[in-house]
């Protein structure tokens, strides 16, 4: 089983002026590493033989700064045949060759020795990592600063002992030791990350002999917790409890806590000491702030996981795309600029950001896995706009936090009533007649003629189910 320990550290002067030093060295090489291989495909893939575009010289070690040994340069070296012809060692990555070239590195540049090499090794998997993250449909590595890289890791060589931890080239570092790391466990690995107070290390440990959590399968789920998120209540529960949201940075106070800080800040000399001290201390109540929402949040999910239930159905949501900004309308005539309501969008993102939905979806995972309970992602689409008595749609059934069906005149809490729904959904994929019930629903439903939404007509909400459940 993996896990992680997280702490911080009390490290001396010598030690926090050595990590310091680090980071800037490791942001210098990732940098490096990044703008190494954006050039080697754009000799290879883009240029062609020439070296610049704009010279139309031809690429050779007297006209190109570009190595062929770069980043994608002699991949079959170190390449052996077995006895029937085929290679034992296959071709070499980018980073691969960029994690060989590192005691070059170190030899033209003597004062990378200082830092250890498994911590240079882990610096070039992490720009592999962004590569990844590329390949499977996120956005293009970029170059990082010194607000966006601020930390390192050690592969091995580290232990503790006590309060004390051994780090490579660091030596030993005291720590406070605020829960002790049990017996049986292996350091894995530890990753030291500079904040606006201090140095912290989190410590990933790893006992075999402990089995990994397995959760309930779908076939024994008996109970489903039904969970709806939203703004003015953080969590609505489908048994009709309310979970407060504390608006940690959106509140009267905290609002205003901000606006004075970051006016402090603007209004220094840019470069100058005092500005750097205004901006710590507006980074100290950012962090503050990100403190109480991580601590609120695991108790939240600790309410919630800790229901005598069998699994947890959870929205399905797309943030990212709650959080875009409004389309630009203009004038056909004009061409001038027309109000689009991303003024109005505004105060909303920032409370979807405060609220922070994405990590306590993550919170709860992670303590429903340790308790041996399911979570299941449920499609939330009208499940605040549909009446639950006779079915029918329509955006004039809710109003606010009320909900009256203009069909037969049910009404409810609209967010706890969508918490049912997701609920009953939850329950019918479990049970596997999700498809039939949609069926059921398609024929029978009752959708206003008029009533649309901007994600399409309502009555396309149980083909949508079909195909949900089908998956």
């Known amino acids: 089983m993996l896990t992680n320990f997280y702490f911080k550290l009390r490290p001396n002067v010598t030690q926090e002026n050595l990590m310091s030093g680090w980071v800037d060295m490791l942001r210098s090489t990732y940098n490096w590493s990044l703008a190494d291989r954006i050039t080697q495909y754009n000799q290879q893939f883009i240029q062609g033989d020439f070296c610049d575009i704009r010279t139309r010289a031809e690429a050779c070690p007297l006209t190109c700064f570009v190595s062929r040994n770069g980043a994608s340069g002699e991949p079959w070296k170190d390449a052996k045949t077995d006895k029937d012809g085929k290679l034992k060692n296959p071709r070499r990555s980018a ?269 709860i995972e992670y303590l429903a896995v340790k308790q041996g309970k399911v979570v299941i992602k449920i499609n939330t689409l009208h499940s605040s706009l549909k009446c639950r008595n006779c079915g029918h749609i329509d955006k004039s059934n809710r109003d606010g936090e009320k909900f009256i069906c203009a069909e037969c005149g049910y009404h409810e809490h609209a967010d706890i009533g969508a918490a049912k729904t997701i609920r009953d959904r939850g329950l019918e994929i479990v049970r596997g007649d999700s498809a039939k019930l949609a069926v059921k629903q398609l024929n029978a439903q009752k959708v206003s003629p008029h009533s649309k939404s901007k994600r399409g007509e309502f009555g396309n909400l149980c083909k949508q189910d079909i195909k949900i459940a089908k998956s």
């Open 95 to 363: 980073g691969d060759i960029q994690i060989t070239a590192l005691p070059e590195l170190k030899k033209r540049a003597p004062w990378f020795s200082q830092i250890d090499s498994t911590v240079l090794q882990q610096n070039v998997k992490r720009l592999d990592a962004a590569y990844k993250n590329f390949f499977e449909g996120r956005g293009f590595p970029k170059f990082k600063n010194r607000s966006n890289f601020t930390s390192f890791t050690y592969q091995m060589g580290v232990k503790v002992q006590g309060s004390k931890i051994y780090l490579p080239k660091l030596g030993w570092m005291r720590f406070f030791n605020s829960r002790s790391i049990p017996n049986g466990f292996t350091i894995k690995a530890a990753t030291l990350r500079k904040r606006q107070d201090g140095w912290y290390v989190s410590i990933r440990i790893e006992d075999k002999s402990i089995p990994d959590y397995i959760p309930k399968p779908l076939n024994e789920v008996e109970s489903v917790l039904g969970c709806d998120l939203g703004i003015t209540k953080l969590v609505h529960l489908s048994d009709r409890y309310q979970i407060d949201n504390p608006k940690f940075s959106t509140n009267k106070k905290a609002k205003r806590t901000l606006k004075i800080r970051q006016r402090r800040v603007s209004r220094k000399v840019k470069g100058s000491k005092n500005r750097k001290k205004a901006a710590n201390k507006l980074g100290l109540f950012h962090k503050k702030i990100v403190d109480k929402r991580t601590a609120y949040q695991w108790r939240v999910a600790n309410k919630i996981v800790s229901r005598n239930v069998d699994a947890i159905a959870l929205e399905d949501l797309n943030i990212t795309g709650m959080l875009k900004r409004c389309q630009v309308k203009t004038d056909e005539t004009t061409g001038r600029f027309l109000k689009n309501g991303q003024s109005r969008k505004k105060g909303l993102n920032r409370a979807i950001s405060d609220a922070s939905w994405a990590e306590l979806i993550l919170k």
